[in-house]
Structures are given as structure tokens and as C-alpha cells.
């Protein structure tokens, strides 16, 4: 993916109206955290535990960040999330554990959950849309039962890493959202 440049947040003043400003303002807010999110120390849990959080924690204040923006720029549903690299990993089973236990607490919270909703996740292609998967993990670690051990992100790096991944892809998903609905928007307004 290419580099993104951000929009800047005073140059959408004109676009929108002052409570939808609001909104552009706490989605950059919540982005340059998550950008500056580095890791957590928990006392009295192990390193991969910690990390195991830490990276949930990311990717759910990353996809908080662009579901706050999604408001202003009515994308509903899919932000275009994008990662092949996640999605190789999930189609050779590398989220195996992580999609089981997300699947296991949808069943014991909500009685419309089947096991046929797991197979959604199987053979994905390159391209895929990671929204949906992403707001299942934001509301495990939030709402569900979430451990890093029952997921395999306590004892695995590279997941960690893939995660983390996922987390800097939502943000990109964002802010090309962003992006090209300024360029969509300026094209409506008049010039003075």
C-alpha cells in the first residue's frame, strides 16, 4: 500500500458541519493515539500475556478511531480494511484459535450464533474486506471473554505481529476512506 499523507484536520472545516468536525477531531484524536501506542506493562501477568493484550487493544482503538469516522462519512458496514499478509495467515490457519474462541463466545452470548457462521472466515482472497473480522475481535476483547492464551497470541510473536499489522491496516483503511471522500466532497462545493 502507498504512503498515506493525512488529511489535515483544519482543511475539512469548510466540508462539514460543526458537530461533524467533532467527530473528524475525535477520530484524529483516537488515530495519533493508537499511532502512539507502543505497548502496555501489566504487573503480575508474562511478557506474551501482556503483548497478547496490548495488540488486541490496538487493533480495537484503531477500528474505534475509523468506525468514529465512518459516522461522518457514511460508511456503513465495510471501510475496506485490506491486509494480505492477514489474509494468508487466516486461510493457512494461523487465526485458528483466535476465530474458534471469538466464534465460541458469540455462541455462548448470542443463541443465533451457528457453527456455519465459522466458515465465513475460510478461503478468503487477497483482496478481501477484514472489517467484519476486525469488529469481531474489537468485541471480544471489549464485550467477550477475550485471553490471549485461549487465542494463541500469548505464545506466538509472529500473530502478535500480524495483529499488529491489522491495526495499522485499519488505520490505512481510514484514512484513504477519508481521503477520497474530501476529494468526493470538494468536487461538490462551490469555489468563491
Not at 87 to 112: E, P, T
Not at 136 to 145: A, E, L
Request: proline share 2%; charged share 25%.
Amino acid at each position: 500500500m502507498a504512503v498515506l499523507i493525512p488529511v489535515k484536520l483544519e482543511s475539512l472545516k469548510q466540508l462539514v458541519e460543526p458537530d461533524q468536525f467533532v467527530l473528524l477531531s475525535k477520530y484524529r484524536a483516537r488515530r495519533k493515539y493508537v499511532l502512539a501506542l507502543r505497548s502496555t506493562n501489566i504487573e503480575g501477568l508474562g511478557v506474551g500475556v501482556s503483548e497478547g493484550y496490548f495488540v488486541m487493544l490496538k487493533l480495537s482503538l484503531a477500528f474505534s478511531a475509523v468506525e468514529m469516522l465512518a459516522r461522518v462519512i457514511s460508511r456503513k458496514g465495510q471501510l475496506g480494511i485490506q491486509s494480505e499478509v492477514v489474509v494468508k495467515a487466516i486461510n493457512v490457519g494461523k487465526f485458528d484459535k483466535l476465530i474458534a474462541a471469538i466464534h465460541n463466545d458469540n455462541k455462548r452470548r448470542f443463541s443465533k450464533t451457528h457453527d456455519a457462521d465459522l466458515n465465513r472466515w475460510r478461503n478468503l482472497s487477497l483482496d478481501s474486506d477484514l472489517t467484519d473480522f476486525v469488529y469481531q475481535c474489537r468485541n471480544f476483547i471489549f464485550h467477550g471473554s477475550y485471553t490471549p492464551t485461549e487465542t494463541g497470541l500469548a505464545s506466538s510473536a509472529r500473530l502478535r505481529a500480524l495483529v499488529l499489522d491489522l491495526a495499522m491496516s485499519t488505520l490505512d483503511a481510514g484514512e484513504l476512506a477519508l481521503q477520497n471522500w474530501v476529494r468526493k466532497k470538494s468536487r461538490t462545493i462551490p469555489k468563491k
